[in-house]
């Protein structure tokens, strides 16, 4: 049974800073596509950043670009997030999703086939 579990999120000032943790289990980690999402309220659930298998290859969505960072320990089967510089607008539940498909880069949320329940993320200005 494949289980996703975020860690991390919480309640931060503006231009603070936050890492947040995916730890898995049930799968092989490295043979898995594995990325970041978002939701605020009243929004569609966005993604946020993705990351290659060997870690080579990184995607993030333009406004989070030169402030979060994605990573990944295959050793731990965990998926990180740093986030630096937040911004209100960062505010929202964070998911962390993986998908067999561990060659590609997938960016929408309809691609994922596993998620978490989500870690809380609240910026104040």
């Known amino acids: 049974q494949v289980q996703l579990v975020e860690s991390g999120g919480g309640l931060v000032q503006a231009g603070g800073s936050l890492r947040l943790s995916c730890t898995t289990s049930g799968l092989t980690f490295v043979d898995y596509a594995v990325g970041w999402f978002r939701q605020a309220p009243g929004k569609e659930r966005e993604g946020v950043s993705c990351?290659?298998?060997?870690?080579?290859?990184?995607y993030y969505r333009d406004s989070v670009k030169d402030r979060f960072t994605i990573s990944r320990d295959n050793a731990k089967n965990t998926l990180y997030l740093q986030m630096n510089s937040l911004k209100p607008e960062d505010t929202a539940m964070y998911y962390c999703a993986a998908d067999r498909r561990w060659w590609l880069l997938l960016t929408n949320r309809n691609e994922y086939n596993y998620w978490g329940q989500g870690t809380q993320v609240t910026v104040s200005s």
């Open positions: 990351i290659a298998r060997s870690g080579g290859s990184t």
